[in-house]
């Protein structure tokens, strides 16, 4: 419509008289009114219409488009596999250190030789023979020195508990145990060790105990007992028991027998100038 608006009008020919102007007239058939249409405006030509459809928006398709999913880029693809290969490595060489570290050593030997072992079997002092092991376990902590670490401790503790359970018992028993395990003590800190010096300390409170009073005529006996910087006093009779472990077998007006139930009910007899004695 455009185009045909912007060409020129031409002006029509003047009617032309005559036989053949007639004829023209006859033969040339009917325009149809422009102002018959509906909306008054002029009708489109093929050209116009077609641009017309173009810009009408055409019915919705049946048909729906297909939805095509991205395909996965090969540079992500090459990285997922490498980290699964990364991954791979590292729980490998992971499962063979556990593997490694939970063998055991004694298939490799001892890269130090221990000499305890040659002086344990010459009876050589057990202390020394003890610490000859600890320094050779330091240097080569493999299982063999450990061994011997341990059976040079339970000979230092074994003369430790010879002294402490002596019969007869002497006062000049009890120094000797605690002689052996405060040395001893200087060179192995091992809790059993430890333990045992306990032990010996509290056969120290209890063989200091002090017989206080004795009540020939109410047969009971009065002891003075001192731990931790505190004195505590127990009256008891015959057949009781004096701070848990020592009972009363006797009481005389000049002594008092005992009996120790932590040592083998080991016999003990306090006097009443201070002394201890056992049979």
Do not use: C
């Not at 058939?29 to 017309?52: F, H, I």
């Not at 593997?99 to 000499?115: C, T």
């Not at 080569?140 to 402490?164: C, P, Y």
């Not at 395990?181 to 091992?190: G, M, P, Q, T």
């Amino acid at each position: 419509r455009s185009e045909e608006d912007s060409e020129p009008a031409v002006e029509p020919a003047a009617p032309q008289s005559g036989l053949f102007s007639r004829l023209s007239k006859k033969q040339e058939p009917e325009k149809p009114n422009p102002g018959a249409g509906g909306d008054g405006l002029p009708e489109l030509d093929e050209r116009s219409q077609a641009l017309s459809s173009l810009a009408m928006p055409s019915a919705r398709s049946k048909y729906q488009a297909t939805v095509i999913k991205p395909q996965r880029s090969i540079p992500r693809m090459v990285g997922v596999f490498a980290g699964l290969v990364a991954a791979m490595i590292i729980g490998y060489f992971g499962i063979v250190q556990i593997i490694s570290a939970n063998r055991p050593s004694e298939n490799l030997g001892p890269r130090v030789e221990n000499p305890a072992k040659l002086m344990l079997q010459r009876g050589d002092d057990p202390l020394e023979a003890l610490r000859a092991s600890l320094e050779t376990e330091a240097m080569d902590d493999h299982q063999s020195h450990k061994i011997t670490s341990r059976e040079a401790r339970k000979l230092v503790l074994d003369g430790v508990n010879h002294f402490l359970n002596s019969k007869p018992w002497k006062s000049s028993d009890l120094e000797a145990a605690s002689s052996a395990i405060s040395k001893a003590v200087l060179v192995d800190e091992h809790p059993d060790v430890k333990r045992k010096r306990e032990e010996v300390r509290a056969d120290q409170r209890a063989y200091h105990m002090f017989l206080e009073e004795i009540d020939s005529g109410a047969n009971t006996a009065t002891f003075l007992f001192r731990e931790s910087g505190e004195d505590t006093i127990e009256k008891k009779g015959l057949g009781e028991k004096v701070i848990g472990r020592f009972e009363i077998v006797e009481i005389r007006p000049d002594r008092v027998s005992v009996v120790d139930h932590i040592r083998n009910k080991r016999p003990l007899t306090w006097h009443s100038n201070g002394e201890v004695s056992s049979p």
